[in-house]
């Protein structure tokens, strides 16, 4: 989700190796639990994995064998038998990316709905856990988070992240603290990271022009692009981190400033929240006489290398743009529904030429099987037709390492990142599915196994940290007392 008011260097594989940091090197005793430290010495993920069914780029496979080497798949093998390979129950998927987080709207689960209201009410309470966030509990409520995303199959998070600076917008001695806390986060949940830094610069557009940022918002703002752009440029990838920009939206970054954030960007991932609500549709055509795609597309960030961000209502226009420049669209469909945005033209785009993704955002649900099934069913609802995608397309979708800027993930296939996340077919809720339908029928409950990189992070359903139930009630409870 965006609230505002409605009124470094390239990235082609700098890194090149897989990651060694799970379980984390660094982590201390009183940040992470026993369980992290007693696997610390206990290195032991295998490196033959063996499936009664996975879902290959070419379709389902019997009978696979997964040899893993250096984090990455050295063969893929339909039709073997498990030998002494670890079995893995169920049907395997290539490891899911979660485009779109916010990852400290987390707290907000199941504290929004006791008085109705709209978005902009929403918006007030998830400001309310913004401003208690430092460095310490930002990094805690984001482990916890990333580790239910890992439990969910995700094997990679998208952090669309604006929560810079202090609450009254003074910088940290690292201006980039959070960001930092962000990155240790998904490394000690066992997780890559794209960090979708975000310019945020103004608080909101009208038709008459852009508002101030608000006392709440301060601390999400850089002053311009160019300090944004100079903050960013002290991040440096690492080999599960991915550094990347983000537009907070066209009602917090004035067009002025659109082709600077873009430009910098240098070929790395690029988001924007686009077009969520008719508001900033009406905002930006009353003050710029363009739609936000409209205004995007005139000052050159759509492209290959750019995602929009829920892309709900748009014009046949704005649709031909975003599918000519191949500007990828994530979906956020869960959140879409939570916050009443609307539906957004999934199929329409897609046939358009924009690819597609998926994201949990504000995660009032984390679950990218939920997301996939409900692209298709809202198209359903919407179209009074079924089958608008494939189950092939719904992975690909849940799948879309790309637009994170890790183009040798989401892939059962030798010289793939080994990511594997089997999903029990014998659950209350999946047994008697066939398995190349599975993500019409599982939801997170089901995913059994999840390897990322090679290393084995959720492992029977239990994350590597211990009691994730427990990490999230300890890093959110503090954050509403006295609220
Ligand atoms: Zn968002």
Not at 85 to 99: F, H, K, M, S
Not at 469 to 474: E, H, I, K, P, R
């Given at each position: 989700m965006s609230p505002t008011t409605p009124t470094n260097?390239?990235?082609?594989?700098?890194?090149g190796g897989v990651s060694a940091e799970f379980p984390p090197q660094n982590a201390t005793d009183e940040v992470v639990s026993a369980g992290v430290a007693e696997r610390q010495r206990e290195p032991n993920t295998p490196t033959r994995w063996w499936a009664a069914y996975a879902l290959l780029p070419t379709g389902l496979a019997r009978d696979v064998t997964f040899e893993v080497e250096d984090g990455r798949f050295a063969s893929v093998t339909p039709d073997t038998e498990p030998g002494g390979?670890?079995?893995?129950?169920?049907?395997?998927?290539?490891?899911?990316?979660?485009?779109h987080s916010h990852a400290f709207h987390r707290a907000l689960r199941g504290r929004t709905h006791d008085r109705g209201g709209t978005f902009w009410t929403w918006r007030e309470r998830m400001y309310a856990v913004a401003r208690r966030l430092e460095p310490d509990s930002y990094l805690a409520l984001a482990r916890a988070t990333y580790a239910e995303m890992a439990l969910a199959g995700i094997a990679c998070?998208?952090?669309?992240?604006?929560?810079?600076?202090?609450?009254?917008?003074?910088?940290?001695?690292?201006?980039?603290?959070?960001?930092?806390?962000?990155?240790?986060?998904?490394?000690?949940?066992g997780?890559?990271?794209?960090?979708?830094?975000?310019?945020?610069?103004?608080?909101?557009?009208?038709?008459?022009?852009?508002?101030?940022?608000?006392?709440?918002?301060?601390?999400f703002g850089d002053g311009d692009a160019e300090r944004w752009a100079e903050r960013v440029a002290r991040l440096a990838d690492d080999a599960t981190t991915r550094i990347g920009a983000a537009i907070h939206s066209v009602r917090a970054v004035p067009r002025e400033h659109l082709a600077t954030v873009a430009t910098t960007n240098g070929g790395r991932p690029l988001h924007v929240?686009?077009?969520?609500?008719?508001?900033?549709?009406?905002?930006?055509?009353?003050?710029?006489?363009?739609?936000?795609t409209g205004l995007l597309d005139a000052e050159g960030v759509l492209g290959p290398h750019t995602t929009a961000v829920h892309a709900t209502h748009l014009t046949d226009a704005d649709i031909e743009a975003l599918g000519t420049s191949h500007t990828t669209a994530c979906f956020c469909?869960?959140?879409?529904?939570?916050?009443?945005?609307?539906?957004g033209p999934a199929r329409r785009l897609l046939d358009a030429g924009a690819p597609l993704s998926l994201g949990s955002d504000q995660h009032a649900v984390i679950d990218l099987l939920e997301e996939a099934r409900a692209l298709e069913?809202?198209?359903r609802l919407d179209t009074l037709q079924r089958g608008r995608f494939r189950p092939d397309e719904l992975l690909a979708t849940a799948t879309d390492h790309a637009c994170l800027g890790w183009t040798d993930a989401g892939r059962l296939e030798a010289g793939a990142r080994a990511d594997l996340v089997a999903v029990r077919l014998d659950t209350p809720r999946t047994a008697g599915s066939a398995p190349e339908q599975v993500l019409l029928a599982a939801t997170a409950a089901d995913v059994d196994t999840v390897v990322v990189d090679g290393r084995a992070v959720v492992t029977g359903g239990r994350h590597a940290l211990g009691d994730v139930?427990?990490?999230?009630?300890?890093a959110i409870d503090p954050l509403w007392e006295d609220q």
């Open positions: 260097p390239p990235t082609d594989d700098p890194v390979a670890e079995r893995l129950p169920g049907v395997v998927l290539p490891g899911l990316a979660n485009a998070v998208g952090e669309f992240h604006y929560l810079h600076h202090q609450p009254d917008g003074t910088p940290y001695d690292d201006p980039n603290a959070m960001g930092e806390a962000l990155r240790r986060a998904a490394r000690e949940a997780i890559r990271l794209t960090l979708l830094d975000t310019c945020y610069l103004v608080g909101g557009l009208s038709a008459d022009g852009h508002a101030p940022l608000s006392p709440e918002q301060q601390r929240h686009l077009s969520e609500q008719p508001a900033e549709n009406e905002a930006c055509q009353a003050f710029y006489g363009l739609t936000p469909p869960t959140t879409e529904r939570d916050l009443a945005d609307g539906i069913m809202n198209e139930g427990a990490l999230l009630t300890d």
